[in-house]
């Protein structure tokens, strides 16, 4: 069993930044990919970023590409989201979530990921 608890949205004003964080618990091989995802009013929930944990290779979606950097931080168990350059459009709920590996995992596909945080708001401004 995974546990995963976000932290870090809150407002901001476009061009600002935020850092999300996910702490992770349970078993380190359930957690393989982390990746955070996020969810609009009324939009399909889409992916962010991963992070494949066993030796860091990252994905991003293609709005986020320079924007937006997951990284993690194994002596805390923690899996963090840097953004950057915050749009109107990055508003959203972001989820962190987390799944063991899998053979022929494509990068956030989130049929693979079995362990879901709560998620925590974020808000761009204009």
């Known amino acids: 069993q995974v546990q995963l608890v976000e932290s870090g949205g809150g407002s901001v004003q476009a061009a600002g930044s935020l850092r999300l964080y996910c702490a992770a618990s349970?078993?380190?091989?359930?957690?393989?990919?982390m990746a955070w995802f996020r969810q609009a009013p009324g939009k399909e929930r889409e992916g962010v970023a991963e992070i494949d944990t066993s030796g860091g290779t990252t994905y991003y979606t293609g709005s986020v590409k320079g924007r937006f950097t997951i990284s993690q931080d194994d002596a805390k168990n923690t899996v963090s989201l840097q953004m950057h350059t915050l749009k109107p459009e990055d508003t959203a709920m972001y989820y962190c979530a987390a799944t063991k590996w899998i053979l022929y995992h494509s990068p956030l596909d989130s049929n693979d990921y079995r362990y879901w945080g709560q998620g925590t708001q974020v808000t761009v401004s204009a």
């Open positions: 349970g078993a380190t091989n359930a957690r393989r990919y």
